[in-house]
């Protein structure tokens, strides 16, 4: 992909040199936290007539399928 196609990438990058470590870190952990609350929202919606036990075998299965399998 050539510079031309990411328009924004130099400010992308300079706000997240300004946000210094711990702000990314929690920037990261923030995102990864309203991933979870959007999948749980969606599994309940797909879902309405199921138990919250069951509710949470399948966030976990869904979890697990999405993991990166490098680490």
């Not at 130099?10 to 300004?18: I, N, V």
């Not at 991933?35 to 399948?58: N, Q, V, Y």
Request: net charge positive.
């Amino acid at each position: 992909m050539t510079p031309s196609m990411k328009p924004n990438r130099r400010e992308y990058l300079a706000s997240l040199q300004a946000l210094g470590p711990q702000g990314r870190l929690r920037t990261a952990i923030d995102l990864s936290e309203a991933t979870r609350r959007m999948l749980r929202d969606a599994i309940r919606t797909r879902f309405p007539d199921k138990p919250e036990s069951e509710l949470h075998r399948i966030f976990l299965e869904r979890l697990r399928a999405c993991h990166n399998r490098n680490y």
